[in-house]
Each structure stands twice: as structure tokens, then as C-alpha cells.
T-cell receptor, first 111, second 117 residues
Framework: QKEVEQDPGPLSVPEGAIVSLNCTYSNSAFQYFMWYRQYSRKGPELLMYTYSSGNKEDGRFTAQVDKSSKYISLFIRDSQPSDSATYLC???????????FGSGTKLNVKP | DTGVSQDPRHKITKRGQNVTFRCDPISEHNRLYWYRQTLGQGPEFLTYFQNEAQLEKSRLLSDRFSAERPKGSFSTLEIQRTEQGDSAMYLCASSILQGGMFTGELFFGEGSRLTVL
């Protein structure tokens, strides 16, 4: 069993739609939760990072963590064509020795 | 440019040859990670360094793989006797951990793509 499982894509939505991306993880020892965005042929870049359960908002992006169900989500409001990329969830223990990544969800936002 | 740089960006080699990748992290970052990413998958952890010390290696890192970070600056990842299954993107990332404070941000390079024929 992988440490983190991510809903597979691809996901295709019209511009302006609300996008929901989801992951589940297996071990409550994981304390840090991140979302990375990866454009084609580029390295991932951090979008959002959270530690506690609840919501964290940054502009059009909201990260949600439910530690009781080991479920993490990223919501994108008013999606734009420039949001088209692969989104990777990532988790880590508090020592940050390893980051475990989901398999990624490829998002396409159509103009 | 003060980001993470990797070299070469793309390497094509024949099975059985040795290859070496280099990573130059952001200068003040004391942690350096190597990940491998295959098509349609997320990055998989290979190894990480705290300064010059290699503190953890994945079981994915067979004895054909070796990584070094002399003097705690740049790092190299060498693959000996390459196999077709080694074809992947090799990503380097750096981060800074000071006084137990960490933001959870890995700064990735653009990767070194390996194709083994």
C-alpha cells in the first residue's frame, strides 16, 4: 500500500469551474500536507502547505485537511487555462526526511 | 538565477553505460533530496543529504546507484551499468531547515531526463 493515494485524472473542466482534487493517506504519523503544481517538463513547485486540520486559503486556492479521515483536498475556484498542469499532493512526518507524493492529477482548463 | 540547477537536462545512453547527474542547490539550503519520476507518476524518494551527510536512502536505490554531496554544496547521482528500467526523470530538490523550523517547501530543479536504449 502506498503512503498516499491520489485520485487519478485526467480532469478536464471549462474555464471558471470549481475544481476539486483529492488524496488519502494511510498513517496518522504524517503531520504535514502540501500541494505542488507541475507544468510539463518542469520540476514541481509548492502551491500550499498546511499542518493542521481545517482549511487554508490562498487566493483562488483552498487546501483542506481532515486528519480524522486522513483525507486532503485542494479546491481551485474560478479556474483559468493557466491552471492547466499536474497537481501533486505530498505528505511528510515532522522530521521532513522524506516527502511522499501522490501520483498526480492532470488538470486541463478549457477556455 | 538563484534556483536549483541540474545538469545535464537530458541524457541518452546505451544499456550498461554509467551516467552521472549533477545538482547545484540554492546556496544557503542545507538539505538536498534526489527523487525519481516516471511518466504519469509522482516523484519517488531516492535519498537525502543534510549538509554533506547522506542520512537516508530508499530501497529503490540499488547498489548501482550512488549519491554524494562533498562539502555540503553540489551533489552528484551516479548510475552504474544502466538498465532500461532506469529511464526516468531524476529530480533534485533543496530546502532549508534551521532551528527545527521548516516551511514544507522543496525547491525543485527542472530535472535530468535519462533515456536508456
Amino acid at each position: 500500500q502506498k503512503e498516499v493515494e491520489q485520485d487519478p485524472g485526467p480532469l478536464s473542466v471549462p474555464e471558471g469551474a470549481i475544481v476539486s482534487l483529492n488524496c488519502t493517506y494511510s498513517n496518522s504519523a504524517f503531520q504535514y500536507f502540501m500541494w505542488y503544481r507541475q507544468y510539463s517538463r518542469k520540476g514541481p513547485e509548492l502551491l500550499m502547505y498546511t499542518y493542521s486540520s481545517g482549511n487554508k486559503e490562498d487566493g483562488r486556492f483552498t487546501a483542506q485537511v481532515d486528519k480524522s479521515s486522513k483525507y486532503i483536498s485542494l479546491f481551485i475556484r474560478d479556474s483559468q487555462p493557466s491552471d492547466s498542469a499536474t497537481y501533486l499532493c505530498a505528505i511528510s512526518r515532522d522530521n521532513f526526511n522524506k516527502f511522499y507524493f501522490g501520483s498526480g492529477t492532470k488538470l486541463n482548463v478549457k477556455p | 538565477d538563484t534556483g536549483v540547477s541540474q545538469d545535464p537536462r537530458h541524457k541518452i545512453t546505451k544499456r550498461g553505460q554509467n551516467v552521472t547527474f549533477r545538482c547545484d542547490p540554492i546556496s544557503e539550503h542545507n538539505r538536498l533530496y534526489w527523487y525519481r519520476q516516471t511518466l504519469g507518476q509522482g516523484p519517488e524518494f531516492l535519498t537525502y543529504f543534510q549538509n554533506e551527510a547522506q542520512l537516508e536512502k530508499s530501497r529503490l536505490l540499488s547498489d548501482r546507484f550512488s549519491a554524494e554531496r562533498p562539502k555540503g554544496s553540489f551533489s552528484t547521482l551516479e548510475i552504474q551499468r544502466t538498465e532500461q528500467g532506469d529511464s526516468a526523470m531524476y529530480l533534485c530538490a533543496s530546502s532549508i531547515l534551521q532551528g527545527g523550523m521548516f516551511t514544507g517547501e522543496l525547491f525543485f530543479g527542472e530535472g535530468s531526463r535519462l533515456t536508456v536504449l
